[in-house]
């Protein structure tokens, strides 16, 4: 079992996040994160004898399709809804300075 949370932790983690809490946020936290890893706790208590270790609850499969070459869509259609263009190219504001 590991030792209890204190407000001095929550506010050393507060501290460390870059994160203000007021006196009644430390001790909300304390309480709450305290209840938290005391459940973790209890499950390093399990009997996992013939578990093997996972990284998912559940069997994960891709679900994205293959990644293969498809048509694109045409130029005309891409440059019709651009605010400005030369006929081939999207034209836009120059963003650095020309030295």
């Known amino acids: 079992m590991t030792a209890p949370l204190t407000p001095e932790d929550v506010r050393k983690v507060a501290r ?11 001790e909300t936290y304390t309480r709450q994160l305290g209840q938290v890893l005391g459940y973790v706790d209890r499950l ?6 013939g578990v093997e270790p996972m990284a998912h609850a559940i069997e994960m499969a891709n679900v994205f399709r293959p990644d293969e070459p498809t048509g694109s869509l045409p130029r005309d259609a891409a ?3 651009a605010p400005k263009t030369d006929g081939r190219y999207f034209l ?3 963003i650095l300075d020309g030295g």
């Open 44 to 49: 390093s208590e399990v009997d996992t004898t």
């Open 79 to 81: 440059l019709a809804s």
């Open 16 to 26: 460390l996040a870059r994160l203000m809490l007021t006196d009644a946020e430390v």
């Open 92 to 94: 836009v504001p120059p």
